[in-house]
């Protein structure tokens, strides 16, 4: 999945776009985390006494998989649904879950906002590079088509700069060291 995502951020040239890919992955792994403990979570439900035919699902796999991804929603939250663990194999099961979800989660927020950190100082330093060029631009008061063809120069050489710096790590990635 890693070597997918990389190929394609490799050929996105903007930032913003590099930026949805990312958030994209970010949540294909949310997805990928909540079927897989829902998957389980119904697997174990399925024991004699547990929440599967407590609630009356057996009978429909699709009416127990909703439930179970519920469930596994509110586990990524940090709180617990009104289907409690009745057994001691589901009791086990939400103990060595919940940590682990909450853990899960924690990264996913903290790569959404490294992501969201990256995209504002892009733009920030863009911002900045334009205010300086409007001031040079003032001040030797070049034509404003001139103006503009230097802001598209510069513009194009920070993105690849920064198509450049993606390359590079890249190019790390796929070293055999």
Same mark, same amino acid.
């Given at each position: 999945?890693?070597?997918?995502?990389g190929?394609i951020?490799?050929?996105?040239?903007?930032d913003?776009?590099?930026?949805? #890919?990312?958030?994209?992955?970010? !949540?294909?792994?949310?997805?990928?985390?909540?079927? +897989? %403990?829902?998957?389980?979570?119904?697997? /174990?439900?399925?024991?004699?006494?547990?929440?599967?035919?407590?609630?009356?699902?057996?009978?429909?796999?699709?009416?127990?998989y909703?439930?179970?991804?519920?469930?596994?929603?509110?586990?990524?939250?940090?709180? #617990?649904?009104?289907?409690?663990? !009745?057994?001691?194999?589901?009791?086990l099961?939400a +103990? %060595?879950?919940?940590?682990?979800?909450? /853990?899960?989660?924690?990264?996913?927020?903290?790569?959404?906002?490294?992501?969201?950190?990256?995209?504002?100082?892009?733009?920030?330093?863009?911002?900045?590079?334009?205010?300086?060029?409007?001031?040079?631009?003032?001040?030797?008061r070049?034509?404003?088509?001139?103006?503009?063809?230097?802001?598209?120069?510069?513009?194009a050489?920070k993105s690849?700069?920064?198509l450049?710096?993606?390359?590079?790590?890249l190019?790390?990635?796929?070293?055999?060291?």
């Amino acid at each position: 999945m890693r070597r997918v995502i990389g190929d394609i951020s490799s050929r996105i040239q903007s930032d913003a776009g590099l930026t949805m #890919v990312r958030l994209a992955g970010l !949540l294909l792994a949310i997805v990928t985390c909540l079927h +897989v %403990i829902a998957c389980f979570w119904y697997i /174990v439900g399925e024991a004699d006494g547990g929440w599967v035919i407590t609630l009356g699902v057996e009978h429909s796999v699709s009416d127990g998989y909703i439930v179970a991804l519920h469930w596994a929603l509110t586990l990524m939250q940090g709180t #617990v649904w009104s289907t409690t663990p !009745l057994t001691t194999w589901e009791r086990l099961f939400a +103990v %060595i879950t919940l940590p682990i979800a909450l /853990v899960f989660a924690a990264l996913i927020i903290g790569g959404t906002t490294m992501l969201m950190q990256q995209t504002t100082d892009f733009a920030r330093d863009m911002a900045g590079q334009r205010s300086a060029l409007r001031s040079i631009a003032r001040h030797y008061r070049l034509p404003p088509d001139f103006s503009a063809r230097i802001a598209h120069f510069i513009e194009a050489e920070k993105s690849l700069r920064d198509l450049r710096e993606r390359e590079g790590r890249l190019l790390k990635e796929l070293s055999p060291d």
